[in-house]
């Protein structure tokens, strides 16, 4: 079967000879690819023409609405792309991680993005900076889609997993891209990729797929464009030096090689949970995906008077670990992706035991279940350990990218921190540890040096997702060696793909750009109370000025009876003299209540809830005999979606400003409340 291209909004077969891709267990050809012939600056072109426009034109809300169609959709016809997992030498384990988990981050974007993000086509970052002393001059950060592609150039161990982790954010972000998969497995990416297109769930130009070589694409690349890159290192920085990503200053991501590491904390002994933990931890990520995840723990770090346990335990796991044909009930590691791998992992190796030790596996002369050894792309699971790991550094150096791992020695924490750095830099690293003084020093100590690190102990051992799972809610990349990126991360994974700017004006100019009022903007009066009225009539900018109240000592008892709070710096006249306030003072949560006294409207309308509140400060005290006032801004609306067992409603933030007599301000924040739409909106993404 040849591979199909996708370009142009069509599916088209590349031209010549194509590339020969082989089952993993039993080395017969499943597909050829060729991407000859395709013309890759017109893909780029369209994608920024015909992908770019219309994913723009879309809000935040609506671009995570298509990423959860698709996700459901996906999800509905997963089990077909199962059985051609197992062509990747990938076992039912290691497909959950890929498929599934990959599903998965489509689902989390599809939610973050509707939570996280405003229902507009851009995003504000952070909050207004005051430039000025009167305040009439004033910045914001504005985070706007890039206008090009997206190219993402993926490794072969994740063929579906390394697709939508770069997809979710991308198109949340309202960039199209275009995929190229590692050829090695690339027939499992065109099988969802396929799924994908069609359900016509991503508009025309979106997304685009390369199965081959990616000619001359990364010559097309313009400033608006993007590369995100997952594979070796050798091949990222001759990409990340290509002429035209460096004239144009193309953004470049790099995710690449990395020696992870485990360290077994000096508690962590045998006869202990933790001990237990990181026995078993190793072991799988030593076989899981045979070693072939750029997570996996490449080096073993461990009390020195520990390394003989430590190897024992791990030899008895290792040698109960079935390898052979995942098919195959019991099979818990299958081969590597492909026969190539095999010399791959075989030329690492060689190189490791130059300054180690095998004590586990090492050569052929092992057990597969069910599947020829001449045919298959199996290597032996294999531990080794180095007494020297400061002089003898090949481990540091060398990524067996299969079941390979170093079993080392540290003689106090700060060495064992010292070891994990030699890493030169690595996506995660772990410690295993149940005195959280050793977490700590160990997490300072490595952080410079990792992207993620990993803290395991029995208190979260039920519920801890493993040291090798990049989660979409968490960053994922590391320093140096492991190439200096960062990706996903929730809302930050989407920001790579936007322009941050920088924009300076006067608070009403700033606040009619983003559609958000600020302090010393405009504001706008009505005769009719703002909580009268329904969702679309409200204008951002509106605002009651209330009636006043004045403070009274009853009020404090009051208060102090009703709710418990009898606080000296309330109740007791001679600590409240004392204290920093010099008298008693009114509770804040008092100020709070009464305001809402002042704002609320209290008749039966729109306003269906107040259901939160942020940013409060209460910046001045409140004394009886003090007369306070309110003014309530709508300072932003956020249309939602209908709930099945609501009314159409939407989002409404409150800019709440309490002052006292003098006019000075003694408590601020934000509330919002859930207002009802007068009507609900047309969906815009197929069920
Ligand atoms: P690779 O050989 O570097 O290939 C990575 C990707 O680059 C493939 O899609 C490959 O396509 C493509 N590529 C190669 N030459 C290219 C060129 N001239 N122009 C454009 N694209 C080009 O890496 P791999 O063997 O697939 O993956 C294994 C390595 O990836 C390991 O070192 C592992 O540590 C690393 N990895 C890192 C991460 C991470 O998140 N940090 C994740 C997974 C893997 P072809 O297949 O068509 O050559």
Redesign the pocket.
Same mark, same amino acid.
């Given at each position: 079967m040849r591979l199909q291209n996708y370009a142009l909004g069509q599916w088209v077969a590349g031209t010549g000879a194509g590339t020969d891709l082989h089952h993993a267990v039993t080395g017969e050809k499943v597909a050829e690819a060729s991407s000859a012939g395709l013309d890759f600056g017109a893909m780029a072109h369209y994608a920024r023409t015909v992908g770019g426009p219309a994913l723009r034109t879309m809000t935040f809300h609506e671009r995570a609405l298509m990423l959860k169609a698709m996700a459901k959709y996906l999800m509905e016809r997963k089990d077909s792309l199962y059985a051609l997992s197992s062509a990747t030498g990938a076992t039912k384990g290691d497909s959950w991680v890929d498929i599934d988990g990959g599903i998965g981050t489509l689902f989390v974007y599809a939610s973050k993005g509707r939570r996280e993000f405003p229902n507009e086509t851009f995003h504000i970052d952070g909050p207004m900076e005051n430039l000025s002393k009167n305040g009439t001059f004033v910045g914001r950060h504005l985070c706007v889609p890039l206008e090009g592609v997206a190219v993402h150039?993926? @490794?072969?161990?994740?063929p579906c997993w %390394?697709m939508l982790e770069k997809l979710s954010p991308t198109l949340l972000a309202g960039m199209p891209a275009i995929v &190229?998969? @590692?050829? =090695?497995t690339s027939f499992l990416t065109e099988a969802m990729f396929r799924m994908m297109i069609e359900s016509g769930i991503f508009p025309e130009g979106a997304i685009q797929l390369i199965c %081959?070589? @990616?000619g001359d !694409? !990364?010559d097309h690349l313009t400033m608006q464009d993007a590369v995100a890159? /997952? *594979? +070796?290192? +050798?091949? *990222?920085h001759? !990409?990340k030096a290509h002429p035209t990503v460096a004239a144009n200053a193309v953004r470049f991501n790099m995710?690449?090689?990395?020696l992870n590491c485990a360290i077994m904390g000096p508690d962590a002994l045998p006869g202990t949970e933790e001990f237990d933990l990181f026995i078993k931890e190793v072991t799988r990520e030593m076989t899981t995906k045979a070693g072939q &995840?750029? /997570?996996a723990i490449r080096r073993t770090i461990v009390p020195e008077g520990a390394m003989e346990d430590v190897i024992r335990a791990l030899t008895k796991r290792l040698g109960d670990v079935k390898v052979g044909d995942p098919a195959v009930d019991g099979v818990k590691m299958g081969p590597l992706a492909g026969r190539p791998q095999v010399g791959e992992v075989h030329r690492s190796l060689d190189a490791i035991k130059g300054g180690a030790e095998v004590v586990f596996g090492g050569n052929d002369n092992f057990d597969i279940v069910g599947a020829d050894r001449s045919k298959g792309a199996f290597f032996p699971i294999t531990l080794l350990a180095c007494n020297n790991p400061r002089e003898r550094t090949q481990s540091h150096d060398v990524?067996a990218?299969g079941p390979v791992n170093t079993v080392m020695p540290y003689a106090a924490v700060g060495d064992a921190i010292e070891l994990a750095r030699m890493g030169k830099g690595s =996506?995660v690293g772990s410690v295993f540890t149940a005195d959280d003084r050793v977490a700590r020093e160990v997490v300072l100590g490595m952080a410079p040096y990792h992207g993620r690190v990993y803290v395991l102990n029995r208190h979260s051992a039920k519920e801890a997702t493993g040291h090798g799972s990049?989660l979409p809610h968490l960053v994922? %990349?590391?320093p140096g060696r492991? *190439?200096g990126g960062e990706e996903m991360g929730g809302a930050r994974g989407v920001l790579h793909y936007m322009q941050r700017t920088a924009i300076q004006g006067s608070p009403t100019t700033i606040a009619r750009i983003t559609n958000e009022w600020i302090t010393g903007a405009a504001q706008s009066g009505d005769r009719v109370h703002p909580f009268r009225k329904h969702f679309e009539e409200l204008q951002v900018g509106e605002t009651l000025l209330t009636h006043r109240r004045t403070v009274t000592e009853t009020d404090i008892v009051n208060f102090a009876c009703l709710s418990g709070d009898h606080f000296y710096a309330h109740m007791d006249e001679i600590a409240a003299k004392e204290s920093i306030f010099g008298r008693r003072v009114a509770h804040g949560y008092f100020v709070l209540a009464a305001a809402a006294g002042l704002f609320v409207h209290p008749a039966p309308g729109p306003v269906l809830a107040n259901y939160g509140m942020e940013n409060l400060r209460f910046t001045k005290p409140v004394y009886a005999g003090d007369t306070i006032q309110v003014t309530l801004t709508c300072k932003s609306k956020t249309a939602k979606e209908t709930p099945a067992d609501g009314p159409p409603q939407g989002v409404v933030a409150w800019d709440v400003n309490v002052k006292n007599q003098d006019g000075e301000l003694v408590a601020t924040y934000t509330i919002l409340t859930l207002v009802r739409r007068l009507t609900a909106p047309a969906p815009s993404i197929p069920a």
């Open positions: 150039i993926n @490794a072969f161990n994740f %390394g &190229k998969p @590692a050829t =090695l %081959g070589s @990616a !694409l !990364l890159f /997952t *594979g +070796s290192a +050798s091949t *990222g001759m !990409l995710e690449a090689d990395s &995840k750029c /997570t990524e990218f =996506l990049p994922h %990349g590391g492991a *190439g």
